[in-house]
């Protein structure tokens, strides 16, 4: 579980983010997720596969929870369930979860 920095604190009836620590690795945080790019909204996670499944025929990253090596893997989303992976189709009783791969690194011109 990722640490805070912040908590928030309540002042004239209003909610206020504070940071809980040292103001400077705060400040550095906050700068390494801006150096992201992202909004909030964009920032991948990790989705529980029997809660939802990806678009039919999108390539995600997939977890393999009982998997003793490569647990994380590219793999497209067939339908009904199942993910090919590499040249073997994967029961959606086999997939702990998924997530949207990022977007690729924008070029320097």
Do not use: C, N
């Amino acid at each position: 579980m990722m640490d805070r920095f912040t908590e928030y604190e309540a002042v004239g009836g209003q909610k206020h983010a504070i940071p809980k620590h040292d103001v400077d690795k705060a400040i550095q945080r906050l700068a390494a997720y801006e150096d992201t790019g992202l909004e909030p909204d964009e920032i991948p996670s990790w989705i529980d596969a029997e809660d939802e499944t990806p678009d039919i025929g999108q390539t995600v990253l997939v977890y393999l929870p009982d998997k003793e090596e490569e647990k994380i893997r590219v793999g497209e989303y067939l339908g009904e369930g199942d993910y090919r992976i590499g040249r073997k189709v994967y029961r959606g009783y086999e997939i702990g979860a998924w997530m949207l791969l990022s977007a690729a690194p924008k070029e320097e011109k």
